[in-house]
């Protein structure tokens, strides 16, 4: 296994729709998710998507909340390709954000409370799951970057966006929730 370059905020790969895979289980994309995994844990990742590390794929792969875990002694982390959401729910809510693409920064980001999302594991299974809370953020921050999207363009207030030390410092204290 190997740890890939991320890819930083101003790289066109961040900013296109990711191409589907088309063939599985392939050994290529096996690797790659491999790779991905040990890359989100070395830079202490909770989700990562393909056009990050520089490869235009529906790819992602994220780690399951600690109260959804099996064996809460244990990392678990899920690789879907070609995922889709099913459905969104209201409320909508806001949440502070980082990404391993924008390093040092985080946003107020608002995003759905509960998902039905669905994808292939890497030999082609399907996956269907009903995610609420940071499971949902998560998947949902990593489904936009395989659309091009970074969560700064989802910002719930202009202003709240900035160096993760600054933000912590004059943000976390206040009424963030606007």
Not at 11 to 36: E, F, G, T, Y
Request: hydrophobic share 40%; aromatic share 8%.
């Amino acid at each position: 296994m190997s740890i890939l370059k991320i890819a930083k905020l101003g790289h066109p790969v961040l900013q296109k729709k990711a191409s589907l895979v088309d063939k599985l289980p392939d050994p290529n994309i096996k690797k790659l998710i491999q790779d991905m995994t040990e890359t989100m844990l070395e830079y202490n990742g909770i989700g990562l998507a393909a056009p990050q590390v520089h490869v235009s794929k529906q790819v992602m792969i994220l780690r399951i909340p600690d109260e959804e875990k099996k064996d809460n002694n244990s990392i678990e982390i899920m690789a879907l390709i070609n995922p889709k959401i099913l459905k969104t729910f209201e409320p909508i809510e806001n949440d502070w954000e980082g990404c391993l693409s924008i390093p040092h920064m985080l946003g107020l980001v608002k995003r759905f409370s509960r998902i039905i999302y669905e994808g292939l594991d890497m030999n082609g299974n399907a996956i269907k799951k009903e995610a609420t809370g940071i499971h949902a953020r998560i998947f949902q921050h990593e489904f936009d970057h395989l659309n091009g999207i970074l969560y700064i363009y989802r910002l719930a207030n202009n202003k709240a966006f900035g160096f993760e030390n600054e933000i912590k410092k004059y943000w976390k204290d206040i009424n963030e929730k606007e």
